[in-house]
C-alpha cells in the first residue's frame, strides 16, 4: 500500500504512548533534581503588604523561597504580549505590567507571589502553605460588566477604566447606512461562553542551570519550544538564547495553552540558577484550570441587514472581550485580527464593522484557544444567519445559499481574501448525507414519543496557516510566522526532516514522513521526523492555528525540493545522462526508458564519500528551507446537527452530527478526521456542557473535573466526517488545514439544532438541562 | 513509613513509603513505571487506571499501603511479547492522538471487555460509552476510542 499522501497510514508514534514508553516532562528526573509549590493569592485583587517565610523556611526539606522583588531585582523581565493593537484613537493598547512574581498586587486568584523549592513535591507544598501573606483585600472586576461598571476597580494603573483597547475594523458609515436602508434587519445579543481548554496532560517544567557552563535548559510543556526560547531570551532576560536550550517532549495536548510562557516557567529557571538544582514544576488540575490561558468569554451585539430577497446588506458588530488579568502572549491579536477578519463568513456582504473593546478583568489572562477568535466570529455569523432565515420565514439553507461566495479569489471587506472553496458543494453533500430532507417526518415521530426534534446548520469558514511574515508584521505582530525545515539524507539512504512545527498529538511523525515517501518513494520507517528541542532543530515558529499543514510542510516540501534538485544532478553524473533524463521513484534515481538506476543508498554513499562529484558539487546531502506563506488558508465547510430534547427534563441528545469539509490536500484522512472528531467534541462542550464560572469576587467555580463539565464519551454520538475539498492556491501542497474546524463549526450547529427543536431562539452556551428546560417553557409561557 | 510489597507486571517488588503515598505515585517516582498518569487529581479522569487483583482501579485514590500483597498490572506490563489486542486496537483505528490518556483508556478496555465476557454480556457500543464514563480524552471525541474497545472486545 502506497505511504504518500492521501493514505491512511497507521500512526508510528503510537507504539511508546500504547506501551507506556511515551516520554512527557513529568516522567522526567534530573540528577540533583528538586520540586518547586507556588505560593498563590486566594484573592482575586489584593494589595501584598508582606510576605513572611520565617516559619516555612525552617520546614522539612525546604531549599529556598523568592519573591517577585528579588525576581524582577535580578533583572527578570515582565512577560509581554506580542501583538500591538492601535485604538480608534490611534493611541497604543494599554500592557498594564505582569511580573513572573507579583510584587505589589495580584490581580487573580492563582497569581503567584512566591516561588518554594524543596527537596521533595509534598514539601514544596506544605512550605507553600505555610508561607503567610499579608493581604490587602481590594474591590473586584470579575466580568466585563463589573470592569466597565462606574465605580469599577481600577486593575491596571496604566489602562484607565480597564481598558486594553478600543479598535475597529471596516467601514462605519456606510454599514450604518446599509443597514438603515435594508429590508429586514435581525439583531442579537450573543454570549461566546468562557472555556478551559484543559489538555490532558497538566503543564510541566523542568530546569537546570549549569554552573560551569553558565547554560540553562529546559524541559517544558510547549507548543513551540523556540518561541519560549526567544521570548526567555530576548524580553524575559532568562538567559540569552546561546546559553539556553529548551526542549519540548512528548506533549499531552495543548490547544493552545501551552503556546505561552507562563510564570511557572520563567520562575523555575530563575530558581535553578538561584539553587544551583534542577528545579521540577508539574500542574495539578486545580492550578491548571487557576493558571492555564482560557478562551473566548465575548459579549457581542450585532446588527445584520437584508435585502428585500434575502440577500446581506451589511453587518454591524461591537463585541466586548474578556482579557483576564493581564495581557497573555496572543491575547491581543485573538478579538481582533483572528475574529473580526472573519465576519464575512462564507458570504457576499459588502459592508462589514466592527469594534472591539478589550476589557481587564480579575480572572485568569484569555488568551487562543483551539480556534482562537474563528469560532467566536463562526459562532456570531452562523447563529445570525439562522435566526434570519427564521424571522424572514426562509429556509436556512436557502438563505445561506443565495449568499454564499462564488467566484475565487475573493476580497472581503476585513482584510482576508479567500483563495479558493465551493460552499455549496459541502452545504449540498452534508445536507444529503444528514437525509436534510427528511427532518419533517422524524420530528414528527419524535413528537409522537413526546419528543422535541430539531436540526440545525453552520457554513462554517476559518483562516489558518498564520501567516505571512510581511502581513502580520504590518498588523502588530512582534514575529515573523514563517516555518523551517531540514532534510538530511543520511550515507545509507535514510532521511531525517527537522521540523519547527510541533507535534502533541497532531501525529506529525507519521504525516510529515509521508510527504516524504511521496516524494522519493521511500519507506516511512526510513524517514526520522526531528522536533521540539532548540539544540537539534535550528529555529521554528511551532504549532498552532492549523500551521504544521500549510506552513510546516511547506517548509518541508521546500527543502526537498533542494534535495531532489541535488540528487538529480548527482544522479545524471554518476549515470552519465542529462538531469531532465532522471526520474525519482520507488527510492531509486532511473533513466528513464532504460534499466540503468542508483539504489537509494547508492546515491546516499556517492553524496557523502564525495569520490565522484559533479564539478563544483559540495560533498553531503542536507538542505534547509525556510517557508513564509503568501497567504492564510480558509478551511471551510458545512456542519448539520440533529438533536432530540426531552421537555419534561431539559436533556438534549445529539442523534446525529454530519461534518462536510474543505480541508484542501489531505496527508492522511484517517489523522485528519481524528483531528475532526476531537474537534467537534471539544465544540459540543462548549455548546452544551463547559464554561468557567466566577463568583463575585472572582473566585473560580468550577476548578475541578467535579464542577467543569469536560465531554465525555456518553455525552457524545459517533460522527460523520466527509470531505470535499478544492485545493488551496497558495501553498505547494494545496492544503489548508484541518486542526481547529471542528471547534469552530460546531457550536453554532448544536444551538442552532436545540433553539430549533424548543422554538426559542433565546439560549445561551452551554445548554445544561435546566437552561433548556426554561426556556422550552418560558417559550410555552409566551405562546399562551 | 511503612514496608509494602507487591507484585508489579508479574515481577516482586517492595518499597518503604510514607503512609500517605498514593500507588500512583508510588507506580510513577518509586518504581519509575512512568506510563500510568495523573491527569485531574480527583478521580475523574481515569489516566492513572491500573489494574489490582484484575480489576480496574484508579491508582490516584488508592493508597500504596493498601495495595500491600497485592497483584499489580500497569501499562508497561500488558503486552506479552506482542502488543495485547487492545494496544493494536487502538493503533488500528486512530484510538489515540496526544497519548496522554492512553495507558488509562487501555487499562479500563482491557477490564470492561473482561468483565462482559465473564458475566455474558454483549459490549456494544452504548455500554462502551457508559462504561467509558470514568476516561476522560480531551483529542479524540471518543469516536475511535469506542471503535478501538469495540474491535478489541471482539478479539480478546
Not at chain 1, 16 to 30: A, C, E
Not at chain 1, 306 to 312: H, K, M, S, Y
Not at chain 1, 585 to 601: F, I, P, R, Y
Request: glycine share 10%; with cysteine.
Amino acid at each position: 500500500m502506497s505511504q504518500g499522501i492521501g493514505a491512511p497510514v497507521k500512526r508510528k508514534e503510537d507504539k511508546r504512548f500504547t506501551t507506556g514508553k511515551g516520554k512527557y516532562t513529568d516522567d522526567i528526573r534530573m540528577e540533583n533534581q528538586a520540586y518547586a509549590a507556588f505560593v498563590r493569592s486566594p484573592f482575586a485583587h489584593a494589595r501584598v503588604r508582606n510576605i513572611d517565610t520565617s516559619a516555612a523556611m525552617v520546614m522539612d526539606g525546604v531549599i529556598a523561597i523568592h519573591n517577585g522583588a528579588e525576581l524582577t531585582g535580578d533583572g527578570i523581565g515582565n512577560i509581554i504580549c506580542g501583538w500591538a493593537i492601535t485604538s480608534k484613537d490611534g493611541s497604543p493598547m494599554n500592557m498594564g505590567a505582569w511580573s513572573a512574581l507579583a510584587t505589589e498586587k495580584t490581580r487573580y486568584v492563582g497569581d503567584a507571589v512566591a516561588i518554594v523549592i524543596a527537596e521533595t513535591k509534598a514539601q514544596a507544598r506544605a512550605a507553600a502553605e505555610a508561607v503567610d501573606v499579608d493581604y490587602e483585600e481590594l474591590p473586584v472586576a470579575a466580568t466585563i460588566a463589573a470592569a466597565l461598571a462606574d465605580d469599577a476597580p481600577q486593575i491596571h494603573e496604566n489602562a484607565a477604566g480597564n481598558i486594553v483597547y478600543d479598535w475597529e475594523i471596516g467601514e462605519r458609515d456606510a454599514t450604518d447606512k446599509a443597514l438603515a436602508n435594508a429590508a429586514h434587519v435581525t439583531e442579537m445579543d450573543i454570549t461566546n461562553n468562557r472555556l478551559s481548554p484543559n489538555p490532558m496532560e497538566p503543564r510541566s517544567a523542568i530546569a537546570t542551570f549549569d554552573e560551569a557552563e553558565d547554560h540553562y535548559t529546559l524541559y517544558t510543556t510547549s507548543q513551540n519550544p523556540h518561541v519560549a526560547r526567544l521570548v526567555l531570551s530576548a524580553f524575559y532576560q532568562v538567559a540569552p538564547e546561546h546559553k539556553l536550550r529548551v526542549i519540548a517532549p512528548d506533549v499531552g495536548g495543548g490547544f493552545g495553552s501551552k503556546i505561552y510562557i507562563y510564570p511557572e516557567e520563567i520562575a523555575c529557571l530563575w530558581a535553578s540558577m538561584k539553587t544551583n538544582r534542577s528545579v521540577k514544576w508539574t500542574s495539578d488540575r486545580t492550578e491548571a484550570f487557576l493558571t492555564d490561558a482560557h478562551g473566548r468569554d465575548h459579549l457581542t451585539k450585532a446588527r445584520m441587514g437584508f435585502d428585500a430577497e434575502g440577500r446581506i446588506v451589511g453587518f454591524k458588530v461591537s463585541t466586548k472581550a474578556n482579557f483576564g488579568a493581564y495581557m497573555s502572549l496572543f491575547s491581543s491579536a485573538v478579538p481582533t485580527y483572528l475574529y473580526a477578519t472573519l465576519l464575512s463568513g462564507t458570504y457576499n456582504i459588502p459592508n462589514i464593522y466592527c469594534e472591539v473593546l478589550g476589557v481587564y478583568t480579575n480572572t485568569v489572562p484569555v488568551d487562543a484557544y483551539r480556534g482562537a477568535g474563528r469560532p467566536e466570529a463562526s459562532y456570531l455569523v452562523e447563529r445570525m444567519m439562522e435566526t434570519a432565515a427564521r424571522e424572514l420565514g426562509k429556509d436556512p439553507a436557502e438563505l445561506r445559499n443565495i449568499n454564499f461566495i462564488r467566484e475565487f479569489p475573493h476580497q472581503t471587506p476585513v482584510i482576508m481574501n479567500y483563495d479558493s472553496g465551493d460552499f455549496e458543494g459541502n452545504m449540498r453533500q452534508a445536507m444529503e448525507a444528514a437525509d436534510w430532507a427528511g427532518f419533517a417526518a422524524r420530528k414528527a415521530e419524535s413528537r409522537a414519543r413526546g419528543k422535541l426534534r430539531g436540526i440545525g446548520m453552520s457554513c462554517y469558514i476559518e483562516a489558518c496557516g498564520i501567516a505571512p511574515s510581511a502581513a502580520v508584521g504590518s498588523l502588530g505582530a512582534g514575529v515573523g510566522l514563517w516555518e523551517s525545515a531540514e532534510v538530511r539524507m543520511n550515507p545509507v539512504g535514510t532521511i531525517e526532516v527537522l521540523t519547527g512545527s510541533h507535534s502533541h498529538g497532531q501525529g506529525h511523525e507519521t504525516t510529515f514522513a509521508q510527504v516524504v515517501a511521496d516524494r522519493f518513494g521511500v519507506p516511512i520507517d526510513s524517514v526520522q521526523i526531528v522536533h521540539g528541542d532548540t539544540d537539534k532543530v535550528q529555529f521554528g515558529m511551532g504549532t498552532y492555528g492549523s500551521r504544521s499543514g500549510p506552513v510546516g510542510m511547506s517548509a518541508i516540501v521546500k527543502a526537498l525540493d533542494k534535495v531532489e534538485a541535488k540528487i538529480r544532478k548527482l544522479a545524471a553524473h554518476l549515470l552519465e545522462v542529462s538531469e531532465a533524463d532522471i526520474v525519482i521513484e520507488d527510492a531509486q534515481a532511473k533513466v528513464v526508458g532504460t534499466n540503468k538506476s542508483l539504489a537509494w543508498h547508492e546515491i546516499g554513499l556517492a553524496a557523502y564519500t564525495g569520490h565522484n562529484l559533479p564539478e563544483g558539487m559540495e560533498p553531503g546531502l542536507k538542505e534547509g528551507a525556510f517557508y513564509d506563506p503568501m497567504n492564510f488558508t480558509f478551511p471551510m465547510g458545512c456542519f448539520i446537527c440533529e438533536v432530540e430534547v426531552d421537555p419534561q427534563t431539559g436533556k438534549t441528545e445529539i442523534v446525529s452530527f454530519v461534518a462536510s469539509d474543505d480541508f484542501g490536500t489531505i496527508i492522511n484522512p484517517m489523522i485528519v478526521e481524528g483531528q475532526v472528531h476531537g474537534g467537534i467534541a471539544q465544540g459540543v462542550g462548549q455548546a452544551m456542557l463547559e464554561e468557567v464560572r466566577y463568583s463575585e469576587d472572582g473566585q473560580q467555580l468550577s476548578a475541578s473535573y467535579m464542577d467543569y463539565a469536560m465531554p465525555r464519551a456518553d455525552d457524545l454520538p459517533n460522527f460523520e466526517v466527509l470531505h470535499h475539498g478544492t485545493t488551496c492556491t497558495t501553498n505547494p501542497l494545496g492544503m489548508k488545514g484541518c486542526g481547529e474546524a471542528g471547534a469552530i463549526g460546531t457550536p453554532p450547529a448544536v444551538i442552532n439544532a436545540i433553539t430549533s427543536a424548543i422554538g426559542n431562539n433565546d439560549l445561551n452556551m452551554p445548554t445544561t438541562p435546566a437552561k433548556v428546560w426554561a426556556a422550552i417553557n418560558a417559550a410555552r409561557i409566551a405562546a399562551e | 513509613m511503612s514496608e509494602i510489597k507487591m507484585t508489579v507486571n508479574g515481577k516482586p517488588v517492595r518499597g518503604d513509603v510514607k503512609d500517605n503515598t498514593l500507588l500512583v505515585e508510588f507506580i510513577r517516582e518509586h518504581l519509575r513505571l512512568t506510563g500510568t498518569h495523573v491527569g485531574c487529581d480527583t478521580s475523574q479522569c481515569g489516566a492513572c487506571v491500573v489494574h489490582v487483583n484484575g480489576k480496574a482501579i484508579k491508582s490516584c485514590t488508592m493508597l500504596a499501603a493498601s495495595a500491600d500483597g497485592a497483584e499489580v498490572t500497569t501499562i508497561e506490563g500488558v503486552a506479552n511479547g506482542d502488543l495485547h489486542p487492545m494496544q493494536k486496537a487502538f493503533n488500528d483505528n486512530h484510538g489515540l492522538q496526544c497519548g496522554f490518556c492512553t495507558p488509562g483508556m487501555i487499562m479500563s478496555g482491557i477490564d470492561m471487555v473482561q468483565r462482559y465476557k465473564s458475566a455474558g454480556k454483549t459490549l456494544d457500543e452504548a455500554a462502551i460509552r457508559h462504561e467509558l464514563e470514568g476516561n476522560i480524552c480531551r483529542c479524540t471525541g471518543y469516536h475511535n476510542i469506542v471503535k478501538s474497545i469495540a474491535q478489541a472486545a471482539g478479539e480478546m
